[in-house]
Nanobody
């Protein structure tokens, strides 16, 4: 079992910043890619940013230049620094990770989500 727990969401004014964290725990042998996704009301879940085990990153066009994804491999923790936030960034943000457990089973886990609201 691999669990992901997000934190850092909240209410912020347009133009403000937030930093989300996602801590992975359980019988983890190795984590491959980790990523942030979001779902706004009435929309489908969409990719925000992803980072591979080698540090390669990919961002949604809507967040390029404003969001920065990073990870601490030693702590199995994922981050996203979100700057210049816009009302359209309002969504529930989810963390995802895939890899292998110590029982040599593949996992693809999701966190419970954290709400980000951008409003004045």
């Amino acid at each position: 079992q691999v669990q992901l727990v997000e934190s850092g969401g909240g209410l912020v004014q347009p133009g403000g910043s937030l930093r989300l964290s996602c801590a992975a725990s359980g019988n983890i042998f190795i984590i491959n890619a980790m990523g942030w996704y979001r779902r706004a009301p009435g929309n489908q879940r969409e990719l925000v940013a992803v980072i591979t085990s080698g540090g390669r990153t990919n961002y949604a066009e809507s967040v390029k230049g404003r969001f920065t994804i990073s990870r601490d491999k030693a702590k199995n923790t994922l981050y996203v620094e979100m700057n210049s936030l816009k009302p359209e960034d309002t969504a529930v943000y989810y963390c995802n990770a895939d890899g292998w457990t110590t029982d040599w089973e593949q996992f693809d886990s999701w966190g419970q989500g954290t709400q980000v609201t951008v409003s004045s």
